[in-house]
């Protein structure tokens, strides 16, 4: 199984500050990931499809980036609404996986 | 817009079927995942179907494989997924979504609610 690891785990961040999420992937798998934002209690939202393509609506602060085993997302000028948790995915192979996910919280 | 259905408390050793009511789009155009959340922990991917053209073939999760099985009623654009040989470990919010195909990927763009299953003597 491909194995996602997430960094960092949990992040403190302020409203207005920048910064990137990591996910790390244990073999290759081109750009078949994508990244998803979950609210306590709420369906996860996807975000970022195919590495670094933005889903219809989301916000052009979020961004991606990466390929093969090494992905990014960052997250620029947050906003109160993006203190969340913060998931990756790959969909190179079966089964397919997420990452440990990213809890943002605000400093 | 999708709706889940059919959770509840059940025993170990229990079945349950979840339903997936899914409105808004053409629901045979497109394949369907389960993906679960136990309480407190990550995604968990459990199984998906693709659509008919691809003869609706399945493919699930390890952990679930042999006990669980996801169907299709494109006349009723639903999807259900059932569980068979419920275990404590299965206790789970159980999310369906459609998937979105893009370059090779298919990628879970529209989610229902939820469905709550807990799986306790």
């Known amino acids: 199984d491909i194995q996602l690891t997430q960094s960092p785990s949990f992040l403190s961040a302020s409203v207005g500050d920048s910064l990137t999420i990591t996910c790390r992937a244990s073999?290759?798998?081109?750009?078949?990931l994508a990244w998803y934002q979950q609210k306590p209690g709420k369906a996860p939202k996807l975000l970022i499809y195919?590495?670094?393509t933005l889903q219809s609506g989301v916000p052009s602060r979020f961004a991606g980036s990466g390929s093969g085993t090494e992905f990014t997302l960052t997250i620029n000028s947050l906003q109160p609404e993006d203190f969340a948790t913060y998931y990756c995915?790959?969909?190179?192979?079966?089964?397919?996986?997420f990452g440990q996910g990213t809890r943002l919280e605000i400093k | 817009q999708m709706v889940e259905s059919g959770g509840g408390l059940v025993q170990p050793g229990g079945s349950l079927r979840l339903s997936c009511a899914a409105s808004?789009?053409?629901?045979?155009?497109?394949?369907m995942v389960w993906v679960r959340q136990a309480p407190g922990k990550g995604l968990q991917w459990v199984g998906r179907?693709?659509?008919?053209?691809?003869?609706?073939?399945?493919e699930y999760a390890a952990s679930v494989k042999g006990r669980f099985s996801i169907s299709r009623d494109d006349s009723k654009n639903s999807v259900h997924l059932q569980m068979n040989s419920l275990k404590i470990e299965d206790t789970a919010v159980y999310y369906c979504?459609?998937?979105?195909?893009?370059?090779?990927?298919?990628?879970?763009?529209?989610w229902g609610q939820g469905a709550l299953v807990t799986v306790s003597s």
């Open positions: 979504a459609r998937l979105y195909y893009h370059s090779g990927g298919f990628y879970a763009d529209y």
């Open positions: 808004g789009f053409t629901f045979s155009d497109h394949y």
């Open positions: 179907i693709r659509d008919g053209p691809n003869d609706y073939t399945t």
């Open positions: 073999q290759g798998i081109g750009s078949y």
């Open positions: 195919a590495a670094s």
């Open positions: 995915q790959q969909l190179n192979s079966y089964p397919i996986t």
